[in-house]
């Protein structure tokens, strides 16, 4: 039986989020920081589909253990998807998310409501020892704010306005925006997958 899970995030944001989602599976999850392994992951894929794989395999190959990883990003349709799969990268990886945000806002100045439509994407990959590979996605439809917003949440949340709730994503709690995420859909999927999969293994023993 398995008793631990490796996710191989050096996102604390995410982290935090993942942590909170899984914790009734009753196993012990592990960030690559627990891990102590320095991890280099060249993410040079396409798609967040791809992404996702290229991070659990990697660490799934060196540590042996099972793996999941996370590629997200958020998809604005006025700047045709950008930033998209280069999320983290946009304007420079060390470049502050205030800078990004405003960036963004400017980007869009002038650009009316209707045309402001925007999601968070979240694919999370699944690595198991014995070479198998899970996939599941998950998304949030929102729109790109006029100014940042709340103090919770990571990366782009601040700017990511959900009409339904009247607030960002970044003025939930992080109980409510799991509830509604893009990595919380996409997490809650895979998890179910791999509960189907302990209980057959189970059944075979
Ligand atoms: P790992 O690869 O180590 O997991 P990363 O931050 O580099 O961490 P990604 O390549 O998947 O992760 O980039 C995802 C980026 O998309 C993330 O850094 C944020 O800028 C943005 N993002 C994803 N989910 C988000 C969320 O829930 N709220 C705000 N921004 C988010």
Redesign the pocket.
Known sequence: MIDKIIF????E??MK?IRLILEDLGVEILS?KDTGIAFD?E?NGET?EE??VI?AKAVMQATGALVL??????EIDYLHGE?G?Y????LG?DTS?RI?NQNLIERLEGVPDEKRTAR?V?VIAAAFPDGRVLTARGTIEGMIGYEERGKG?????PI?WLPECGCS?AELTMEK?NEL???GKALRAMKEEIKKLWKLEERKK
């Open positions: 191989a995030t050096g996102n944001g995410k989020e690559l992951i993410e967040f992404n996702a991070k990883a996370d590629d997200s990003g958020l930033p799969v999320s983290a990268r946009y990886e998310y990004k968070f979240c949440g990571f990366g782009y949340d990511f994503t925006k995420s893009h990595r």
